[in-house]
């Protein structure tokens, strides 16, 4: 059971240029999501989704773009990369049965990309 | 707004210390969640313990308690005698009105905890 992995873990671009993020869960949980990571500020969202075929935008969506084809993968894209989409990215999910408790959000290692 | 704040960018303690993360958070729903999770130096995020708004007691998980007062929107993460692999960054984070249709986390700046020996 390798939880949630992210694709790449590292990656330098250059402005402009552009680049698929791939998240994989194989938990089959529901709900996935995508965070960035910048010093000083925690982690924002991104997008979400919840379910196959379902995305939505959350706190700071302008310049990405993302694809729920499958349950299990959930890809972030950068269309036009640009120097402020430098920072740690973080995908994670959860299973969204909507009942209360925990239900905590698992998070795979990160990708770090520098824009340059 | 702030959703999440935490005050204390940077802490440190004495190893075996017991030691008080301070969280507040602002919300007008009645039903949320509060979490902490731990960034080691390595970057994964690691869940360390929940508090649901209508739990009646405090949460523990082994040397993490969870010191939530309500009234006064706070969640304090309190870990108990620390240890040198307690260096990290910790964030609060809070869900909101389970929505049954995103079950989304705001988090708050962190806090970066170091130990010393």
């Known amino acids: 059971n390798a939880g949630v992995t992210q694709t790449p873990k590292f990656r330098v671009l250059k402005t402009g240029q552009s680049m698929t993020l791939l998240c994989a869960q194989d938990?089959?949980?529901?709900?996935m999501y995508w965070y960035r990571q910048d010093p000083g500020m925690g982690l924002r969202l991104i997008h979400y989704?919840?379910?196959?075929?379902?995305?939505a935008k959350g706190e700071v969506p302008d310049g990405y773009n993302v694809s729920r084809l499958k349950k299990q993968n959930f890809l972030l894209g950068l269309e036009s990369a640009a120097p402020s989409q430098t920072s740690v990215y973080f995908c994670?999910?959860?299973?969204?049965?909507?009942?209360?408790?925990?239900?905590?959000?698992?998070f795979g290692p990160g990708t770090r990309l520098t824009v340059l | 707004a702030q959703k999440i704040t935490q005050t204390q960018p940077g802490m440190f303690v004495q190893e075996k210390e017991a030691v008080t993360l301070d969280c507040t958070y602002d919300t007008s729903d009645p039903s949320y969640g509060l979490f902490w999770y731990k960034q080691p130096s390595s970057g994964e995020m690691i869940f360390l313990i929940y508090q649901g708004s209508y739990d009646q007691q405090n949460a523990t998980e082994g040397r993490y308690s969870l010191n939530f007062q309500k009234a006064r929107k706070s969640a304090n993460l309190v870990i108990s005698a620390s240890q040198l692999g307690d260096s990290a960054m910790y964030f609060c984070a809070m869900r909101e009105a389970p929505n049954f249709g995103n079950e989304k986390l705001t988090f708050g700046t962190g806090t970066r905890l170091t130990i010393i020996p």
């Open positions: 994670a999910s959860i299973q969204g049965d909507g009942l209360a408790g925990p239900n905590e959000q698992f």
């Open positions: 989704s919840v379910g196959e075929g379902t995305t």
């Open positions: 938990m089959n949980h529901e709900y």
